[in-house]
């Protein structure tokens, strides 16, 4: 792929946080005071086409970002643990995992976890391996990323710029299955951590958040049926579909207004938003069966 077109966009890891730079042996390894732009904005959703249908599905960093910004404090008890990465056996259980690693990933980075975030890599890399995609990882953006480890904007950077490119380069290797299920790992994890928070902070935003994953989990039903091709698969979609059902009386309308821009800051203003009617007995329902899932996933 003519080396991702003179770009090594690598799948740094799940809902494919990732960073495009320069070919191996091209690329500065500490990124300090560059004007660095992402090709890709990771805290917008993503497109991914199958067949003539659409499905969006948002970043977790739209999700971490969120709960890093409601105030509350890094909670290292949420995430899976990284030395666990050796147990998964399947397709299924390692792509699911990688996703989930991503999320937590992001997470960590956001907080300044700088030594949390180099064990996640390292889970993400050796799941990556076993599933035949490790030439997602280049060896050159790994060793920016340990030589960014004080700087938090140059990694957020490191983790999000391909963030919708790495799904074409997953495509490109037809490897659209493994795709999938990392996409969803990525998605539960965030959900999960936003129910968590959710118990222990009365946060209207998160719980606007929360609610909005009802169409969101509907795009990520009908993108896994797609692709359901045995039992275990099959097995993780009725979980979602199970799931689904508790979101059933949420209320969830969107409201599109046109965007404006600010010519002087060279910024695209989004205007539209949603509305979201939940209650505490639906997201405690809804906090229950993400966290039974999640936690069948990890282990």
């Known amino acids: 792929m003519e080396n991702l077109k003179a770009l090594a966009c690598v799948v740094l890891v799940s809902l494919f946080f990732g960073a495009c730079g320069g ?10 005071g560059k004007n660095v732009k992402p090709l890709l904005d990771s805290t917008k959703s993503a497109l991914f086409q199958v067949g003539d249908e659409l499905f969006s599905i948002p970043s977790p960093m739209q999700t971490a970002m969120l709960i890093k910004a409601s105030g509350a404090n890094y909670n290292s008890e949420m995430l899976n643990n990284p030395g666990a990465a050796g147990q998964y056996s399947t397709k299924v259980q390692k792509s699911l995992n990688l996703g989930i690693y991503g999320a937590d990933l992001g997470y960590v980075t956001l907080y300044d976890q700088t030594q949390d975030a ?3 890599i390292n889970a993400a ?33 490191l983790v999000s710029d391909a963030y919708m490119a790495s799904d074409a380069y997953l495509k490109d290797n037809q490897r659209e299955d493994i795709s999938s299920l990392v996409l969803a790992g990525g998605w539960m994890e ?14 209207p935003e998160i719980n606007r958040r929360i609610g909005e994953q009802k169409n969101t989990l509907e795009n990520l039903i009908k993108l896994l049926q797609k692709k359901a091709n045995n039992e275990e698969y099959a097995e993780l979609v009725d979980q979602l579909v199970d799931l689904y059902y508790m979101f059933d009386d949420v209320e969830y309308s969107y409201e599109y207004e046109k965007p404006s821009t600010d010519e002087e800051k060279k910024l695209t203003i989004i205007n539209s938003g949603s509305v979201v009617n939940i209650t505490e007995d639906q997201l405690n329902q809804i906090s229950a069966k993400i966290k039974s899932i999640r936690n069948q996933i990890v282990g």
Not at 23 to 32: F, I, K, L, W, Y
Not at 190 to 203: D, G, H, I, Q, R
């Open 118 to 120: 180099v064990s996640y």
């Open 125 to 157: 890399k050796k799941l990556a391996d076993d599933l035949g995609v490790s030439s997602a990882f280049n060896p050159a953006l790994i060793k920016r990323f340990q030589n960014n480890l004080g700087n938090k904007d140059s990694l957020l950077l």
């Open 190 to 203: 965030a959900l999960y951590f936003a129910t968590e928070v959710a118990k222990m902070a009365n946060s």
């Open 23 to 32: 070919p191996a042996g091209q690329q500065d390894d500490n990124d300090e």
